[in-house]
């Protein structure tokens, strides 16, 4: 990797902004309403199998407190979500399978391992495919409310800016470093900025218009009642 990559390491702090934001949200409103415990489980699959290699592929400090932090924060936001704020959990909500996204990343993360020699290689591959679905619980549970509260729909968008920078960190590696070649984390990560990009642009539209976000077909905004 490039010695200074801006794109990387705003991707990485877009990312780290969004967790915050979200451990604030929870400990402000004493409330974990909203909040799909299913995503951030998937997460916490994510993290704990790609950074398990923190034990041995020793490269950055700086490599090294992002994961640790990521594996920490996504552990204690699960705490606060099933335990500690259990009461307000909307688990009716809250329906994603997660088997749906953790067998097919499994099979995915076998077939298309780029690296078949290494046993983590299959391991890394398999966190790819699941990250890129693991926000599915929480957009399919915010669809069903009216509105967004606003540090809920501020996580969410830093989340989706964290992924859209992630692309541009790819394309500056791909035309400044050589034979840099990624395909699988690639299609991934832009199947996971696909998820995103409805809710990014209603998110602009809401902050815009002056509105409350919320996913739900505005009436408005419907072809069919036209």
Known sequence: MASWNIFRYAADF???ISLILLLYKLQKHKSVEGISLKTQLLYLIVFCCRYVDIFWNYKLMYNNIFKIF????????????????????????????????????VILGIIFNSNHKKPFEYIYAFTLFLESVAILPQLI???????????????????????????????????TEKNYRAWVTWVCGLIQTALYSDYIYQFFKAKTKGRKLSLQVDVEDDPSSS
């Open 141 to 175: 549970m915010l669809i069903e409310q009216e509105e967004i509260e606003n540090l809920t729909g501020e996580y969410i968008f830093f989340l989706g800016l964290y992924r859209a920078l992630y692309i541009l960190n790819w394309i500056y590696r791909f035309f």
């Open 14 to 16: 877009s990312h780290a």
């Open 70 to 105: 990521y594996v920490s924060i996504t552990a204690y936001l699960c705490y606060l979500i099933g335990i500690k704020y259990k009461s307000t959990y909307q688990k009716d909500q809250d329906r994603f399978k997660l088997w749906w996204a953790i067998v097919p990343s």
